[in-house]
Structures are given as C-alpha cells and as structure tokens.
T-cell receptor, first 118, second 117 residues
Framework: AQTVTQSQPEMSVQEAETVTLSCTYDTSESDYYLFWYKQPPSRQMILVIR??????QNATENRFSVNFQKAAKSFSLKISDSQLGDAAMYFCAYRSAVNYNQGGKLIFGQGTELSVKP | GAVVSQHPSWVICKSGTSVKIECRSL??????MFWYRQFPKQSLMLMAT?????????EQGVEKDKFLINHASLTLSTLTVTSAHPEDSSFYIC?????????????FGQGTRLTVV
C-alpha cells in the first residue's frame, strides 16, 4: 500500500521570504501523480501544483515549485515570495496512475500548517 | 474550471437520526466520486469510492451500514449517515475528477460539517 508522510506539522515563514514544505512517499508503482493541496480556514481544498512521475522536469506554478526526486521518493514544495494569503494547511497527496480512466483515490499526508508572519 | 458542489455546508442533528449529504458535479460527469472524512487539524481519510450505477467501495474499517452511499446519476452522489451518534461528528468532503483533466485532477466540494448532539 502507498503511504505519504509529511514530517513537519507546522512551519512558519516571514512575508516575502521562501519556505519549503517536505513530503516523502512510499510506493512500488512506477507511474503515479503527486499533488500539493492547500486548505485555508474555509476548508475548501485547492490544488496548488501537480507532478506526473514520468516527467523529470519539476513542476512550477508562479510562486510555487516542487523538487521531485523520484529515486528518493521525495516531493517538496517551495513557496517563494510568501504572502499572507498563503497561510493554510498544505497536504501532499499521491494518486496511482493505474486505472487512470476511472478516477483514482488520493492518499494524503498528515498536513503541514503554514503560518505567514507580516 | 470544474465545480463540485456539496450540500449542506453544515448540519446539526439529534443522536439517532439520519443525515444525507449531497455531492454534485455541476459542469462535468463523474462516474466515480470519493468521500473523505476529516477531523480537526488532521488529514483527509478516504471513506469510500462511489461508483455510478454500482455499489460503493468502502475502505477498511468504514461501516457500510452506517455510511450509505448512493451514486444514482453521473452528477450526483449522496452520503447518508444513519443513526448518527456524537462520534460521527466530523467534516465530510467529496471529490470528483473530470474527464477533460485526464481524470487526474481532483476537485473538491466545500465540505459538510456534521454535528450530532
């Protein structure tokens, strides 16, 4: 079974600074998807960034980028120029690529609570 | 973007009664939807996979008779918490993955906060 681990329950960053959230996962599959989701106080889940395992290039979305290390099974999220609105719970998630056309369940890490100091 | 709507946003019910939560995909068809449960400051735990036109697949440890799932159409899945008890109080979230995102990108409902008194 696949597992996702986020070892940082809480992180703090100064506004405009950079912060990196860690995530490791365990799987025996070779093809899968990885995601970072943000859950603000409203509790609405928002997709931040996604990475396909077959792609070597790290995904980027504006101020958000990942460091995907497939061999090490590591998938960290870097937030640059942190803003007050980035304060939220961040979840790392894994999705198998098997049966991709049927939709697939997400396996979430424990979450990292990010606070942004003005 | 794809929209998943969940209703109600919050509900309070008496112990022993049943509560139904709806999850709708508003602008896409979803043959599969997922139901998660989240306790405060904790992660999302998958409860079950809802399959249109067939029985739901429950995760280990989830009581199928307690949490009834019906996926009667391509845009609606319902979760009914039967004979609710205070320990069922939690935040329930549904999600679905549109075809035009390659079924890979999950969109989530707003969630339902259930309080059983």
């Amino acid at each position: 079974a696949q597992t996702v681990t986020q070892s940082q329950p809480e992180m703090s960053v100064q506004e405009a600074e950079t912060v990196t959230l860690s995530c490791t996962y365990d799987t025996s599959e070779s093809d899968y998807y990885l995601f970072w989701y943000k859950q603000p106080p409203s509790r609405q889940m928002i997709l931040v960034i996604r990475q396909e395992a077959y792609k070597q290039q790290n995904a980027t979305e504006n101020r958000f980028s990942v460091n995907f290390q497939k061999a090490a099974k590591s998938f960290s999220l870097k937030i640059s120029d942190s803003q007050l609105g980035d304060a939220a719970m961040y979840f790392c998630a894994y999705r198998s690529a098997v049966n991709y056309n049927q939709g697939g369940k997400l396996i979430f890490g424990q979450g990292t609570e990010l606070s942004v100091k003005p | 973007g794809a929209v998943v709507s969940q209703h109600p946003s919050w509900v309070i019910c008496k112990s022993g009664t049943s509560v139904k939560i709806e999850c709708r995909s508003l602008d896409f068809q979803a043959t599969t939807m997922f139901w998660y449960r989240q306790f405060p400051k904790q992660s999302l735990m998958l409860m079950a996979t809802s399959n249109e036109g067939s029985k739901a697949t429950y995760e280990q440890g989830v009581e199928k008779d307690k949490f009834l799932i019906n996926h009667a159409s391509l845009t609606l899945s319902t979760l009914t918490v039967t004979s609710a008890h205070p320990e069922d109080s939690s935040f329930y979230i549904c999600s679905a993955q549109p075809f035009d995102r390659g079924w890979t990108e999950a969109f989530f409902g707003q969630g339902t906060r259930l309080t059983v008194v």
